[in-house]
């Protein structure tokens, strides 16, 4: 039977119903599963960022003529819409994505035991891989006035 609520116990079923745990043993393996790729969610997603930077930072257009055209400046450069790095951005986040959404459904097990380890990994993989992305800001429009 599925759980609608919040439960605590070593058994459980994640994502699919030959994952599931009859032992503390196996329960335990599986939170350590769970945190580790929590964890990896937020690695791939410091991976995604830095490319995006990186491409950014390279690819930067050349500053507008005038003071006049910020708001009709387009991007020139990068490499245009099929460039490789698009590419690759484009398969790290279908990656992330996919991950992302495993993690909500081994949440929606409805096991206190998994969401706290999906909650501490993703914490615990911020801290350690995210933990500077207030360094990379990405600014897509040059505008003063578009920081709303």
Known sequence: MMHMTFYWGKNVTILFDSWKTD????????????????????????????????????????PPPSAASPLLFSKIGGGGRWA?????GAILFGINSAIGYLLMLAIMSFNGGVFVAVVAGLGFGYLVFRGGDEDFVVVDNPCACACA
Do not use: G
Request: aromatic share 18%; hydrophobic share 40%; with cysteine.
């Open 23 to 62: 032992s503390w043993t196996t329960y335990f393996l599986s939170l350590l599963a769970c945190f580790l790729i929590s964890a990896f969610y937020q690695y791939m997603e410091d991976r995604r960022v830095r490319l995006k930077h990186l491409t950014a930072s390279k690819n930067k257009p050349a």
């Open 84 to 88: 490789p790095s698009r590419y690759a």
